[in-house]
């Protein structure tokens, strides 16, 4: 996406030039699956597909936001009254911005005129690769430099956690708006979710890169089973609690786990929590064969990730276990698996980088014999957070 291209679209909509230009990315999970609302470590990055937006200030407290990718919405028109901030409105895209403007405003940012806002993003609609978060931060960002506000970067992700759990209403945590605004190119981010210590990893694949696969099934995760997913393990953590003191899941090592599963009641909760703990537990052993480039263990683990999420966590479906466990038969595969939400979205496959058009090819023709319609691939560029776009870029 060109800043001319954006430039182009914002003119043809408010009939002026714009401003300013930005972007914010999406983002994939290496390992560290719905482990983020358990207390456990996340290895996300962020990616160059993303959001953009081309904006100018108002002279008026009036907000007009258009998206490109939901052009049948027309422009939508909000000003600053505060009982236009205050509740959602259906399942409008605006709600992300309006929730990211509401609780700024709450938390002290001083805000007195609208703008105009352009939007348009190349992240596959529904496909899991986070962008809600990527249009949340993305204003973030816009807020913060329209109107010189000074919000720490956890801050601000904590802001767009926020705006999911209490404005949208999805009981998500904070791995994706973290991986979204803390994104550093090349790298990815090694996060204890219980603590919000973080460091960037070096991501050294090396002759391997990430082949992102569309299933082309959409996932809402709000009308899914992931608040289901969410409050049993809660529940599986309330009756290990009953016996050993431990703050969360991800507290607990393999070992204390099986020790103390005996106090879990049902297979299904048992399976969730135990999911939430070896999982975590293989993002450090994840590390661990990074640091000492042992990148086929690595791989495995990957692919280990898959197993639990499909056996344990049951969120991946017929459409994703085919991409993953065909991934695996290829050559030149390291590892893959599901992330996101589960049901649907994407997975993604470590592939090296001479056998990427012939793993394209036979992954894509067995997905579309099984599931009756084709995939999509994309190799994943790991990319900075949000930033300012300059003209020429």
Known sequence: MSVQSLENGYKSIFKESPAHFYFAPGRINLIGEHTDYNGG????????????????????????????????????????????????????????????????????????????????????????????????????KIFQDEFQLQVDPIDMVKTGVKVENQFIGLNSGIMDQFAVEMGKKDNAVLLDTNTLKYEHVPLKLGNHVIIIMNTNKRRELADSKYNEHRQQCDEALKQLQTGIDTPTLGALDKETFDEY?????????????????????????????????????????????????????????????????????????????????????????????????????????????????????????????????????
């Open 41 to 140: 470590r996340v290895f996300p990055c962020a990616i160059s597909l993303g959001t953009f937006a081309a904006v100018k200030p108002r002279t008026d407290n009036e907000f007009h936001l258009y998206s490109k990718n939901f052009a049948d919405q027309g422009v939508q028109v909000s000003t600053l009254e505060t009982s236009e901030i205050q509740e959602k409105v259906g399942n409008m895209w605006t709600n992300y911005p309006k929730g990211m403007l509401r609780y700024l405003m709450e938390d002290g940012a001083k805000i007195t005129t609208g703008l105009n806002v352009y939007i348009v993003g190349n992240l596959p609609d529904g496909a899991g690769l986070s962008s809600s978060a990527s249009l949340e931060m993305l204003f973030g």
């Open 261 to 393: 599963a005996y106090l879990i009641q049902s297979e299904p909760l048992l399976k969730r929590a135990r999911h939430a703990v070896f999982e975590n537990q293989r993002v450090g052993e994840a590390m661990t064969a990074l640091r000492d480039q042992d990148l086929a263990k690595f791989g495995r683990l990957v692919n280990a990730s898959h197993v639990s999420l499909q056996y344990d966590f049951d969120v991946t479906g017929k459409e994703l276990d085919t991409l993953a466990h065909t991934a695996w038969q290829q050559p030149g595969v390291l590892g893959a698996r599901m992330i996101g939400g589960g049901y649907g979205g994407c997975a993604i496959a470590i592939v090296e980088k001479d056998q990427v058009a012939a793993f394209e090819a036979e992954v894509g023709k067995v997905y579309k014999e099984k599931i009756g319609y084709a995939a999509d691939f994309y190799v994943a560029e790991i990319a900075d957070g949000p930033t300012q776009l300059r003209r020429g870029k």
